[in-house]
């Protein structure tokens, strides 16, 4: 799917009473309370609850960096109607420098020996280098950026986009039914998908790993190759859970999906995180994750 910012001109000429939004926009104080909160409720008894704080301190020293130091009003120019912030053509800002910077000053207290050394690493290289590397994890080169990495410079340039993306005109129409796999604010792809409830009842929205916009796409509908005819649902408790994994026999790839209807406190990134041990089940099936979440990337080759 694409989207198109629509001119002050097509906004009048708007005339459907009622129309699904294509497009949802976060709030990042909402998103990060949000966000945060699960992770520390997900963590109790849970086997990897060390990992879920520590993702619930990173989600927290984001929003402690936005409050302090919000992104100011950008100017855009030549913004493109279709992927306005897609990642291999917007001109990024150093900014998000700043932002790793910040984000790794609030987590180094209460790190652990190993992210400590991670986080004296970062600080140890150069801006051309922190730059490299975002470029690498922004074009998916995943492999040439070590995974411990990967989660601080993801998290700022995650916070940048978000900032991004509250700035440009939320005015859309759907154009088309093309790239439904990828984020049509800029182009990175999801996490998981959700299907909310309230004003958007049943409906599904896949959530970014990168600006956090959420886009609608019709159910039983491959997220990755659009094909609806070899879907399946497999989850590891029982058959109505509230996470399960929507997979497809025709391009053998899967995305987690969640159901507000179960749990209204749901969360896209946290709770896919929590339920890692789904993601095991799937790959030994044969099926490949066509998403990501921003605190488990892919291994770097060896």
């Known amino acids: ?10 906004i009048k000429q708007k005339t459907n009473s009622y129309d699904i939004p294509p497009v949802l926009f976060a709030n990042p104080k909402n998103l990060y309370q949000r966000r945060a909160k699960r992770l520390r409720e997900l963590a109790k008894d849970h086997p990897l609850a060390d990992y879920l704080l520590f993702a619930a301190d990173v989600v927290e020293s984001q929003l402690s960096v936005f409050e302090k130091n919000p992104l100011e009003k950008q100017h ?5 109607e279709l992927e306005p912030l897609n990642t291999k053509t917007f001109k990024r800002s150093s900014i998000w420098i700043e932002y790793l910077k910040e984000i790794l000053h609030s987590i180094k207290p209460k790190a652990n020996e190993q992210v400590l050394a991670t986080i004296e690493n970062l600080e140890k290289a150069s801006d051309k280098e922190l730059e490299e590397m975002a470029s690498h994890l922004l074009s998916q080169e995943f492999n040439l950026v070590s995974t411990d990495k990967a989660v601080f410079i993801w998290a700022a340039l995650s916070l940048y986009w978000l900032q991004l993306a509250q700035q440009i005109p939320h005015n859309s129409r759907q154009e088309g039914t093309d790239n439904l796999h990828y984020c049509p ?15 958007s009842q049943g409906l599904r929205y896949l959530h970014c790993n990168l600006c956090e916009s959420e886009w609608n796409l019709v159910r039983a509908q491959c997220t990755n ?11 590891l408790n029982e058959e109505l859970a509230l996470v399960r ?3 497809c026999g025709d391009c ?11 749990d209204p406190n749901v969360e896209a990134v946290a709770d896919d995180l929590a339920s890692i041990f ?5 790959e030994e099936k044969g099926f490949a994750r066509s998403g990501l979440n921003p605190f488990v990337f892919p291994a770097e080759e060896v």
């Open 252 to 262: 053998q790839s899967y995305l987690k999906i969640m159901f507000q209807e179960k």
């Open 1 to 10: 799917m694409s989207i198109k910012i629509l001119s002050a001109d097509e």
């Open 245 to 247: 994994a929507e997979t």
């Open 225 to 235: 190759c659009n094909e609806h005819k070899n879907l399946e649902m497999w989850s």
């Open 185 to 199: 604010v800029c182009g990175s792809a999801p996490v998981s998908s959700v299907v909310h409830i309230g004003t």
């Open 278 to 282: 789904l993601d095991i089940e799937m």
């Open 76 to 80: 855009f120019n030549n913004l493109d």
